[in-house]
């Protein structure tokens, strides 16, 4: 069975930086595309970034690209989010997910999650 157990999360200022970890196990972490979704309180999930099989290629999201880097330790089963120049905006909950067919990978859709990890940016 699928796990993803993310970690990294807490309390930071504007500005800060935070890197979050997802740990994978019970599947071939390797040959699964992997995301970052998020979900503000009282809104529904966003997606943040996800990441390929093939050569790890990243993308992201508008609100996200060139703060946040995703990448992945296939060695370590472990998928990454560095977040850097926090903003309030980015307070949620910050799930991992992966995708096992590049169809559901292109349209964002996800085959299982995590627990989730809380970010919450603030003053």
């Known amino acids: 069975q699928e796990q993803l157990v993310e970690s990294g999360g807490g309390l930071v200022q504007p500005g800060g930086s935070l890197r979050l970890s997802c740990a994978a196990s019970?599947?071939?972490?390797?040959?699964?595309?992997m995301s970052w979704v998020r979900q503000a309180p009282g809104k529904g999930p966003e997606w943040v970034a996800n990441i390929n099989t093939v050569r790890n290629m990243p993308r992201y999201a508008d609100s996200v690209r060139g703060r946040f880097t995703i990448s992945r330790d296939n060695a370590k089963n472990t998928l990454y989010l560095q977040m850097n120049n926090l903003k309030p905006e980015d307070t949620g909950l910050y799930y991992c997910a992966l995708t096992r067919s590049y169809k559901d990978y292109v349209e964002n859709k996800y085959d299982f999650w995590g627990q989730g990890t809380q970010v919450t940016v603030s003053t």
């Open positions: 019970g599947f071939s972490f390797s040959t699964h595309y």
